[in-house]
């Protein structure tokens, strides 16, 4: 059956398109942050273990969401590695020590560019493809990276 939302086909798959990206994006930062929280060592492991596994759970509800709103949509949501791989603007570079420091600030820069990718987005949803739905639910995953970056931030003080 097709949606019939009040978005043209041509404007929902441009969307959707839009949105496999961030749940690219999503699954590699969910990885990375789950590499951290399985990986840190230092005399702050404890500590770090907690936050990484605090920052991936959030991550988790973020990429359900984010394939959820595809469907919504009318589109499937890619779920393979290899898809997630050619659609993310991510790298998978480590660091080469597993401190909490060397994590955090790879974190930090792959939320900064999530929310950059978002903030292109928001209006592009509102105003030319008339999803004023998405770019609402966008604006709030922001807000979320941008909570979640200040949190990684505040340890690099």
Known sequence: MNTSIGIS????????????????????????????HWNVEGPDFHSMHIFFEQQYEQL????DSVAERIRQLGHYAPATLQSFLQ??????KLGEKNDSLGFIKELV????????????KIN????DYGDAGTSD???????????????????LR
């Open 87 to 92: 659609l993310t603007h991510l790298t998978e």
């Open 9 to 36: 086909p041509k404007n929902l798959q441009a969307v959707a398109t839009e949105l496999t990206k961030l749940l690219a994006d999503e699954f590699v930062l969910y990885t990375k942050t789950r590499n951290a």
């Open 137 to 155: 639910y966008v604006t709030g995953l922001m807000e979320d990276h941008e909570k979640m970056a200040w949190m990684l931030r505040a340890h």
């Open 60 to 63: 988790d509800e973020i990429m």
């Open 109 to 120: 820069t792959d939320h900064e560019n999530i929310i950059i990718f978002i903030r292109e």
């Open 124 to 127: 592009l949803f509102a105003n």
